[in-house]
């Protein structure tokens, strides 16, 4: 599967108030349908006071800038008219200040006080978040209440188990509503700190067995239900959690695919590769987790801004992901070559500007609530002007997509590093019907290749053929099946 992530608010306006929504979305369902996208990840759309939509006030209620229940239903049934599938970003480690839970938590309503972390004479209210250094107990009014993602973000406690009752109603509410699944925001954090000793301390055990009796619930319910998890951690905390949900974000090997390209470095690949894909290293291994891969997300840099603006670095590390095993992800506007950098974990926006529609960067259904600073008008990430042009970044995504998508066993192919040198890396990649030797050119100088034993090369980037030899141009990718 080819999986999009959706921020629904720079998306398309259906009524003229500046903010993407779900009939916006309907209406333009064929734009995924023709990038070849399989799968839509909403970032959360739920009723919440934040722009970002990761602190919910109502678990039971959409959004209202983005339309109601019944806009959203028809928008499911319409896309899955389309073959579209859609995912739900459910972030149920925190909720909202102003949601009703936490308000009658506050007048010590049971059992809303038991659903929140309260300081007591053993809490240091002074500690500090690992990341960061931000302060994780708040006060309001005269409590102090635990939220390691800021004052904004009350954490949940899960060691109420009518905590446990309420949150399986809410799945599911939003699979009865048409979603086929759930990206599950910051799963490691469902238990983070310990209550007897009054410190932060993460608890896999706990987060385990918590998610395990989510899903069974969840899979009880829609038992071909898409679990995606989001554990941003090293990959030895990742592998603590392999086997609990389908696919997992692979953070530590975003990081790997952007920093070898951006400094055009090998080794640093290959190490990747065995660090962080060892399952599809290991012929007798079995995936029990799928590798979900990407480039950036909401919380990060924008991919080609990572690159410092090398359109050549940005189409080969497009390339890295689409022809290597896992699950591949990409990021709305990541099609375009949009533009963003990220200052802070803490301010995202810059990251978020609204989608490109018209070449001037205004018109119908565009969307206006935050103002261009990375992506001005005439830029070139518009769709208008690149879906006509077969040489733009939207059509070498779509040219990528498509060979991903003729090649289905690449999802759960194994990989053998077979050489690797300061410019190339070579790889076979293969399932016991299939396969592919694939080259890697890193630097921006050509790499010469035998061509004795290579028919039909696919190339994604530019190559000339000289008496026997192919040689291949820099930041660019050749694949020969074998």
């Known amino acids: 599967m080819i999986f999009y992530e959706l921020y629904l608010r720079s998306f398309y306006d259906s009524n003229g108030d500046g903010i993407g929504d779900f009939k916006g979305l309907q209406e333009k369902l064929d734009y995924f349908v023709d990038l070849g996208v399989d799968c839509i990840w909403f970032l959360p759309v ?45 972030p149920v480690n925190h909720c909202a200040v102003n949601s009703v839970w936490f308000q009658k938590a506050l007048k010590n309503e049971k059992p809303y006080y038991d659903w929140f972390l309260w300081s007591n004479e053993k809490t240091d209210l002074d500690e500090k ?74 608890q896999h055990d706990k987060n385990i067995e918590f998610w395990n009796e989510m899903l069974t619930h969840i899979k009880s319910i829609k038992k071909d239900a898409i679990i995606i998890s989001e554990v941003w951690d090293d990959s030895d905390i990742v592998k603590k959690y392999d086997g609990v949900f389908e696919i997992g974000f692979n953070f530590p090997f975003s990081y790997i695919l952007k920093n070898s390209v951006k400094k ?41 801004s990572e690159l410092s603006d090398n359109e050549k670095k940005y189409r080969f590390a497009l390339s890295l992901l689409f022809t290597l095993p896992g699950i591949p992800f990409i990021f709305y506007g990541e099609e375009l070559g949009m533009k963003g950098i990220v200052q802070s974990v803490n301010y995202t926006e810059d990251c978020q500007e609204p989608i490109h529609w018209y070449d001037i960067g205004f018109g119908v259904g565009q969307t206006e609530w935050k103002g261009y600073k990375f992506n001005d008008p005439y830029s070139g990430v518009a ?100």
């Open 46 to 90: 739920l009723k919440s006071p934040a722009f970002h939509g990761y602190t919910i006030s109502d678990f039971y209620e959409t959004n209202p800038l983005y339309g109601n229940l019944n806009d959203l239903k028809k928008l499911l049934e319409e896309g899955h008219k389309k073959g579209l599938k859609f995912v739900l970003d459910l």
């Open 129 to 202: 978040r690992h990341w960061g250094g931000d302060k994780i107990w708040h006060k309001i009014g005269d409590k102090y209440f635990y939220g390691l993602f800021g004052p904004g973000s009350p954490d949940l406690n899960y060691n109420s188990k009518d905590l446990w009752k309420e949150m399986k109603k809410v799945f599911e509410k939003w699979l009865e509503i048409g979603f086929d699944g759930f990206r599950l925001d910051a799963a490691k954090h469902v238990f983070d700190y310990d209550e007897k000793k009054m410190v932060f301390k993460y």
């Open 264 to 304: 055009e470095d090998t080794k640093n690949f290959v190490d990747g590769i065995e660090s962080c894909m060892s399952d599809y290293i290991d012929e007798t291994a079995e995936i029990k987790t799928k590798s979900g891969n990407f480039l950036t997300n909401h919380d990060m840099t924008r991919l080609i």
């Open 383 to 482: 769709i208008e002007k690149q879906f006509k042009d077969e040489n733009s970044n939207f059509n070498f995504l779509r040219s990528l997509i498509a060979f991903r998508k003729e090649n289905p066993f690449l999802s759960n192919a194994k990989i053998k590093i077979l050489e690797y040198s300061k410019n190339m890396v070579k790889l076979k990649i293969f399932n016991e019907i299939s396969g592919f030797i694939v080259y890697y050119n890193f630097k921006n100088t050509s790499i010469k290749i035998n061509n004795k034993n290579i028919e039909n090369p696919i190339i994604f980037g530019n190559f000339s053929i000289k008496n026997k030899d192919i040689y291949l141009d820099g930041y660019s990718v050749l694949i020969s099946k074998y």
